[in-house]
């Protein structure tokens, strides 16, 4: 089963801190990994996603993320966060089932920056 | 380019009524996804159509909830009759291909049932 878990539905860091949100994934095999950001009634924008090229994946708005295998962790940090980056961020994982494309969304975790 | 577009943005209806969501994904796009996001919940997959097709729909209540995507542009998805643990917002997404694993899906800005 597929299945991924979001540590913290709550991180709070202020202006000019890394930003470190943690996202594990269960998968018995290797899984694509997605990481989306939800402002404020609004979709979910797609902030980068690993699909087994580099494991160092850069994204948009100075985001990045790191696939490592050993510990099935494909956390989104930012060195420098920016008021502007408060939303819900969310980790998502997808393979191809029996029934065609399969996609699991990680619970989400609300980011505030603090002044 | 236009993005995803859904409505209506919100919709307050009573228990036991019909309610219906409208979305029109990004033009030539193959796939569409509708979700259904609880409040503190991560979006939950209802149904994968691929065109006019349906692949994957094993998590909608059949019994009340209904999708259609005739012609393999805009979709339709219906609730007839609601309950309370209906509410939420539902998602609308596409994708260009065919579906695989690695597609980025495109989302709409969501549609807000309250089921009172």
């Known amino acids: 089963a597929q299945s991924v878990t979001q540590l913290g539905s709550h991180v709070s860091v202020s202006e000019g801190a890394l930003v470190l949100l943690r996202c594990n994934y269960s998968?018995?095999?290797?899984?694509?990994l997605f990481w989306y950001v939800q402002y404020p009634n609004q979709g979910l924008q797609l902030l980068l996603k690993?699909?087994?090229?580099?494991?160092l994946v850069k994204g948009i708005n100075g985001f990045e993320a790191e696939f490592k295998k050993s510990e099935t962790s494909f956390h989104l940090t930012k060195p420098s966060a920016h008021m502007s980056d408060a939303a819900e961020y969310f980790c998502?994982?997808?393979?191809?089932?029996?029934?065609?494309?399969?996609?699991?969304f990680g619970t989400g975790t609300s980011l505030t920056v603090i002044p | 380019e236009a993005g995803v577009a859904q409505s209506p943005r919100y919709k307050i209806i009573e228990k036991r009524q019909s309610v219906a969501f409208w979305c029109n994904p990004i033009?030539?796009?193959?796939?569409l996804y509708w979700y259904q996001q609880i409040l503190g919940q991560g979006p939950k997959l209802l149904i994968q159509?691929?065109?006019?097709?349906?692949?994957?729909d094993s998590q909608l209540p059949k019994d009340r909830f209904s999708a259609e995507r005739l012609k393999g542009v805009d979709s339709t998805l219906k609730i007839q009759p609601a309950k309370l643990e209906d509410s939420a917002v539902y998602l609308c997404?596409?994708?260009?291909?065919?579906?695989?694993?690695?597609?980025?899906?495109?989302f709409g800005p969501g549609t807000r049932l309250t089921v009172l």
């Open positions: 997404a596409s994708s260009p291909y065919r579906g695989s694993s690695t597609d980025t899906q495109y």
């Open positions: 998968s018995s095999v290797p899984p694509y």
């Open positions: 690993y699909t087994s090229a580099a494991t």
């Open positions: 998502a994982v997808s393979r191809m089932g029996n029934t065609g494309n399969q996609f699991y």
């Open positions: 033009s030539g796009h193959a796939t």
């Open positions: 159509f691929q065109n006019n097709g349906v692949v994957d």
